[in-house]
C-alpha cells in the first residue's frame, strides 16, 4: 500500500519505535519449554499506525504482554523489509499489508497459519486466505473520488458519481489524482479502473481522462492538501481542484478536525470511483514470541481494538458486530460492494499495469 491505504491519518501518525503499553516488562513467567518468556511481544507496522493507549493497555491486562511497536516506513517499505529478513523478523506480528500487496507477501513464506479466535465474527468477503489463515483480516478501507461540495454548489453542477463521469466534459481540469507508481490510493484507484474496465479496457478510460485534463501529483498529501479545494489544507494552500482520490472516510475527517464542527461535511464521496482495500494482520515466520504473537492477532479482532480503529486510523472494522462512531454513521458515505480485483491477479499484473500506467499517463 506504499503511502499506506489511510494517509488521511497523517494528523495522527508518528514515525519511530515505541512501547504502547506501559503494563508488563520483558521478564517474568516461562514458556512451554521452561525457559524464560518474553513478555513484550513486537508489532512491525507502517507508519501511519495509530492505537489508542487505553486499549493496548487493556491487551496488556489480559495476557500480561506488553506491545512494542516498530514503525518500518509506508506498508510497502515495511513489507520490503521483512522480505529481505525472513525467517529472522524484527518483530512478532505484522500489520499493515493489505489486498494490492498480499500475494507478494504471501509468496514469501513470511507467516505462520494461526487461525485468530474472533474470525467467526468477520464477514467472509475478506477472508482471503481461504482456510489457511496465514494473515487476518483487521480492517478495510474504500479509496474513492472527493469533491468540494462548495465549488459544485457555487458552479450549480453536479458533482460526478461514477468512472464514467470523470471523462465527461462538464469536468474537464478538476481531477487530481495520485501516482500510481509512488502512492497507495493511486494504484488503489488504477485498480478500480481496471475492475470497471477489465484489463482490456481501463488504458483506453486513461487516455480519456488525460485527455479531459487530469493532473498527477506524486502522493496523497500533496493531491489533497495542495491541490485539493475541499480540504482544510487544501483552502490553506489555494488548491483549484476539486476532485481529488481519497478515502470514503475523508469526510467525517473534515468534520472531526475542523472548529468550530460544520453542521454537514464540506466534502463528498463519489460512490462509483470506489476501490476496497484490505487490510491483514500475519504472525511473522521465526517469531521470537511466537505465544504472545498470537495473543495480538486474537486481540486484533476484539471488539475493543475493532472499534478504536474507526477515530484512529480511519477506516473500518472487519468484526460484524463492531459498533462505528457517530461521526462515521453521520458524516461517512456507505460504499456496500465496491469493485475490486482478485489478489492473486494483481500479483500477476501490478508491475506491467503500473508500467503501462506510467507510459499512458506520464509520457
Not at 487516455?207 to 485539493?228: I, M, P, Q, T
Not at 505465544?291 to 478504536?308: I, N, T, V
Not at 508491475?351 to 499512458?360: G, K, P, V
Request: hydrophobic share 35%; glycine share 10%.
Amino acid at each position: 500500500m506504499n503511502t499506506k491505504k489511510l494517509a488521511v491519518t497523517a494528523v495522527v501518525a508518528a514515525l519511530g519505535v515505541g512501547t504502547l503499553a506501559a503494563c508488563g516488562g520483558d521478564s517474568g513467567g516461562k514458556d512451554d519449554s521452561g525457559g524464560t518468556a518474553s513478555k513484550t511481544v513486537t508489532l512491525v507496522t507502517h507508519e501511519s499506525f495509530a492505537v489508542s493507549g487505553k486499549v493496548l493497555k487493556e491487551f496488556t491486562r489480559e495476557t500480561g504482554y506488553t506491545v512494542k511497536v516498530l514503525k518500518s516506513g509506508d506498508a510497502g517499505e515495511a513489507l520490503n523489509k521483512e522480505i529481505l529478513t525472513k525467517g529472522s523478523p524484527q518483530g512478532d506480528v505484522f500489520f499493515g499489508v493489505d489486498n494490492t500487496l498480499l500475494s507478494r507477501a504471501l509468496d514469501n513464506g513470511l507467516f505462520t497459519p494461526h487461525r485468530a479466535k474472533g474470525l467467526d465474527g468477520v464477514a467472509d468477503g475478506v477472508r482471503l486466505d481461504g482456510e489457511r489463515h496465514r494473515v487476518t483480516p483487521v480492517d478495510t478501507g474504500d479509496i474513492c473520488v472527493n469533491y468540494d461540495k462548495k465549488y459544485f454548489a457555487d458552479k450549480k453542477l453536479d458533482p460526478p458519481r461514477t468512472f464514467d463521469d470523470l471523462v465527461k466534459p462538464a469536468y474537464k481540469d478538476l481531477l487530481v489524482v495520485e501516482n500510481a507508481a509512488t502512492s497507495s490510493p493511486g494504484l488503489g484507484f488504477l485498480l478500480g479502473t481496471v475492475a470497471r474496465y477489465g484489463e482490456d479496457g481501463w488504458q483506453e478510460y486513461w487516455k480519456d481522462l488525460r485527455k479531459n485534463g487530469v493532473k498527477v501529483v506524486d502522493g496523497w498529501s500533496e493531491a489533497y492538501n495542495e491541490e485539493f479545494s475541499g480540504s482544510a489544507g487544501g483552502r490553506k494552500a489555494k488548491g483549484d481542484r476539486p476532485l481529488v482520490v481519497s478515502y470514503a472516510s475523508s469526510p467525517p475527517v473534515e468534520v472531526l478536525y475542523s472548529d468550530p464542527r460544520p453542521a454537514k461535511a464540506p466534502t463528498g464521496v463519489a460512490a462509483g470511483t470506489c476501490f476496497r482495500q484490505i487490510e491483514f494482520a500475519g504472525l511473522l515466520d521465526g517469531a521470537k514470541n511466537e505465544k504472545g504473537g498470537k495473543a495480538l492477532l486474537d486481540f486484533l479482532l476484539s471488539r475493543s481494538f475493532q472499534e478504536d480503529l474507526p477515530l484512529k486510523m480511519f477506516v473500518n472494522p472487519v468484526l460484524r458486530d463492531a459498533k462505528l462512531p457517530e461521526i462515521f454513521t453521520r458524516y461517512g458515505t456507505e460504499v456496500p460492494a465496491p469493485p475490486t480485483v482478485a489478489p492473486e491477479t494483481i500479483a500477476k499484473n501490478r508491475e506491467q499495469w503500473i508500467q503501462a500506467w506510467t507510459s499512458t499517463v506520464l509520457k
